[in-house]
């Protein structure tokens, strides 16, 4: 275990997860899970960036872990927490919070784009999401974040307040903080809405159809995809600039059916959007149900989950602690004798 480098990765418990979470995010880290020591955190304190209903955050924050495992997480290799179990995420926050150009912050694309969909109750939490993502990497001394393209902003966001505003500043010699990779897969990373191809598949979308979730029934899956939006042309296409839905569900097509873009573009070259609607359904339908199947069970055994949690909790805890007492110390902050 120690030679493995690290990972770190999370969700935030907005509500239920998506067919973009799982093909952009939990995928990647089931198939890194082996290869790197893994730490995946359930970001409940992200959750109130936006309105929430706390019986729901409770809800959703237990049915996120679960879904973790249920989408191939080995609880036996892998630490998976509840960020905010961990005092340390909001500490370093503040810390980084005192350390970053505003400027630096007003480049943000997530907070323009969600800021747009909050209206007048943009929170200064929203305003601070990507510090606190810096706080939760930069916290376990992470080698590599797994992320969809979405986040690969914040990322680099976290690298350079790491950089330049605690190594370089505070430190001439040993770096303070690591300094974190991103991993992004080349399929999958972008996963669009149904109803607008242009625009990302997200749990804040106020349209239920424009996403597929992971705990979707059939009905609602064929529902969904029935109503998914085409186009005029005949056949699907991946590289067509004037068809992103095309794009879309065929890369979904592409990584559930396990098979090359090129073989999907050639089979369907001439299919109609009725049928492979239907074949696309069909294999959602198929792909879907073996992770509903295990989320049943978990969800039944509270006392299981809460056990990994406890597991989790601790392991992570450890490192946590240990960089934020390295930081604080470098900083100048007054360490009491024993
Ligand atoms: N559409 C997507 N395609 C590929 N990857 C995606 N991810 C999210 N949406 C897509 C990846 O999932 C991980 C966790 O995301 P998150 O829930 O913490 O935050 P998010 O990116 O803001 O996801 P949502 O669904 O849009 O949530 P809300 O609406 O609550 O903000 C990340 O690795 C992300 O890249």
């Given at each position: 275990?120690?030679?493995k480098k690290r990972i770190l990765s999370g969700?935030?418990?907005?509500?239920?997860?998506?067919?973009?979470?799982?093909?952009?995010a939990?995928?990647n880290w089931?198939t890194l899970?082996?290869q790197y020591e893994t730490f995946?955190?359930?970001?409940?304190?992200?959750?109130?960036?936006?309105?929430?209903?706390?019986?729901?955050?409770?809800?959703?924050?237990?049915?996120?872990?679960?879904?973790?495992?249920?989408?191939?997480?080995?609880?036996?290799?892998?630490?998976?927490?509840?960020?905010?179990?961990?005092?340390?995420?909001?500490?370093?926050?503040?810390?980084?919070?005192?350390?970053?150009?505003?400027?630096?912050?007003?480049?943000?694309?997530?907070?323009?784009?969600?800021?747009?969909?909050?209206?007048?109750?943009?929170?200064?939490?929203?305003?601070?999401?990507p510090?606190?993502m810096a706080?939760d990497i930069l916290l376990y001394d992470a080698d590599y974040v797994p992320v969809g393209e979405?986040q690969k902003q914040h990322l680099e966001l976290a690298r350079d307040i790491a950089q330049q505003?605690i190594n370089?500043?505070?430190?001439?010699?040993?770096d303070?903080l690591k300094i974190p990779q991103p991993i992004i897969m080349k399929?999958?990373s972008?996963?669009?809405?149904?109803?607008?191809?242009?625009?990302?598949?997200?749990?804040?979308?106020?349209?239920?159809?424009?996403?597929?979730?992971?705990?979707?029934?059939?009905?609602?899956?064929?529902?969904?995809?029935?109503?998914?939006?085409?186009?005029?042309?005949?056949?699907?296409?991946?590289?067509?600039?004037?068809?992103?839905?095309?794009?879309?569900?065929?890369?979904?097509?592409?990584?559930?059916?396990?098979?090359?873009?090129?073989?999907?573009?050639?089979?369907?070259?001439?299919?109609?959007?009725?049928?492979?609607?239907?074949?696309?359904?069909?294999?959602?339908?198929?792909?879907?149900?073996?992770?509903?199947?295990?989320?049943?069970?978990?969800?039944?055994?509270?006392?299981?989950?809460?056990?990994?949690?406890?597991?989790?909790?601790?392991?992570?805890?450890?490192?946590?602690?240990?960089?934020?007492?390295?930081?604080?110390?470098?900083?100048?902050?007054?360490?009491?004798?024993?």
């Amino acid at each position: 275990m120690k030679n493995k480098k690290r990972i770190l990765s999370g969700v935030q418990p907005t509500g239920e997860l998506h067919l973009g979470n799982w093909l952009g995010a939990i995928r990647n880290w089931v198939t890194l899970q082996e290869q790197y020591e893994t730490f995946l955190c359930v970001v409940d304190l992200h959750a109130i960036t936006a309105e929430h209903n706390p019986k729901e955050l409770t809800q959703n924050t237990l049915s996120t872990a679960a879904l973790y495992i249920a989408c191939g997480i080995d609880p036996n290799i892998c630490s998976i927490f509840v960020q905010s179990h961990i005092p340390a995420h909001s500490e370093l926050c503040w810390i980084l919070n005192c350390m970053t150009p505003i400027n630096w912050m007003e480049r943000m694309i997530q907070f323009k784009e969600k800021s747009i969909q909050q209206g007048n109750n943009v929170s200064i939490g929203l305003f601070n999401y990507p510090i606190l993502m810096a706080a939760d990497i930069l916290l376990y001394d992470a080698d590599y974040v797994p992320v969809g393209e979405d986040q690969k902003q914040h990322l680099e966001l976290a690298r350079d307040i790491a950089q330049q505003r605690i190594n370089a500043k505070f430190s001439k010699e040993k770096d303070i903080l690591k300094i974190p990779q991103p991993i992004i897969m080349k399929s999958g990373s972008k996963i669009m809405s149904l109803i607008d191809g242009s625009r990302k598949m997200s749990k804040s979308d106020p349209n239920e159809g424009s996403r597929i979730n992971l705990l979707d029934t059939p009905e609602i899956i064929s529902k969904k995809i029935k109503r998914a939006k085409s186009d005029s042309y005949i056949g699907l296409e991946f590289n067509n600039p004037e068809r992103p839905e095309s794009r879309n569900l065929l890369m979904i097509y592409s990584i559930l059916s396990g098979k090359e873009i090129s073989q999907c573009e050639k089979e369907f070259s001439e299919t109609g959007w009725g049928t492979f609607k239907k074949l696309i359904t069909e294999q959602l339908i198929e792909s879907l149900s073996p992770i509903q199947e295990k989320y049943k069970v978990l969800i039944n055994d509270p006392h299981q989950l809460n056990n990994i949690l406890i597991e989790g909790k601790e392991k992570a805890d450890n490192l946590a602690k240990k960089t934020l007492k390295r930081v604080k110390s470098k900083l100048g902050f007054f360490e009491m004798g024993k």
